[in-house]
């Protein structure tokens, strides 16, 4: 089956936790529109090859890139890898995080130190190591996926919100260092989405969820991918430093 659309055609996407959810229709998005897609994974392997084999069986190229996004050393490693093998890296999209909610009162030290080193230091370390790239390339798309709750806040999640708040302050930082050398750094901020990780929610809570989105909905994976891959493009190359809230109105 043929690409419909090529608009990316050349061009080599990493995607971080691009193995289920918000990653996985990244993923797949991106190589719809001609991507190359390393879809990164850490203890998914399993699924990793599973969204690989999607994109192979409508017409695209991908393959699974394991590594804990968290470790700097084995980013760098993965990313020297890469590049020896794919001499360039033009999008980079970093949606790797997890969740470990729990009240301030109660929650310990190693839930706040794993939610950071994941969805923050993750996105660090990827930018660290491809930035050199993207400056000698003096192109590249870098989209961090942060959180409404990285805007608004959320009880339970001081964790999550610190350091998807994080995200966005690295995003603008960085988007000013890199600016003039034509690399574009944006942000989404998606609110709540039907993932895997929404599905475990009780349906008191989910119903409460939906009550606090104007739109009255969750949001698809599809729907946050599709804003992605408009900021991977070159519709979006005087776009830099923004936050694009992807919530049904909940940031409004």
């Known amino acids: 089956m043929e690409q419909k659309h090529e608009e990316l055609s050349g061009k080599v996407a990493l995607v971080t936790g691009a193995s289920r959810g918000i990653g996985r229709a990244i993923a797949l998005k991106l190589a719809e529109k001609g991507a190359f897609v390393l879809v990164n994974y850490n203890g998914s ?38 590049l020896k093998k794919h001499e360039h890296v033009d999008i980079l999209v970093n949606n ?52 409404v709750s990285g805007v608004l806040g959320n009880a339970g999640q001081a964790n999550y919100s610190a350091s998807k708040a994080g995200v966005i302050g690295l995003t603008k930082s960085v988007a000013r260092e890199l600016a003039s050398r034509g690399i574009c750094v944006n942000a989404v901020a998606p609110g709540f989405v ?15 969820a939906i009550a606090s989105v104007p739109m009255g909905r969750m949001a698809k994976p599809e729907e946050i991918a599709e804003v992605t891959a408009f900021l991977a493009g070159s519709g979006s190359d005087y776009i830099t430093g923004q936050v694009i809230c992807v919530d049904g109105g909940m940031a409004t």
């Not at 192979?56 to 890469?82: P, R």
């Not at 039907?194 to 409460?208: D, I, N, P, Q, V």
């Open 45 to 82: 392997r399993e699924k990793a090859l599973e969204t690989v084999a999607e994109i192979e069986a409508k017409g695209g190229s991908a393959e699974a890139v394991g590594c804990d996004v968290s470790d700097f050393s084995a980013c760098q490693n993965m990313i020297e890898e890469i």
């Open 96 to 147: 790797a995080g997890i969740t470990r909610d729990n009240l301030i009162l109660r929650m310990k030290e190693e839930e706040f130190d794993q939610v950071l080193n994941i969805n923050l230091k993750g996105a660090f370390n990827t930018i660290r190591h491809l930035s050199r790239q993207f400056l000698k390339q003096k192109s590249g798309k870098i989209i961090n996926i942060s959180s």
């Open 194 to 208: 039907e993932t895997e990780m929404t599905a475990g929610l009780s349906e008191k809570t989910r119903e409460a």
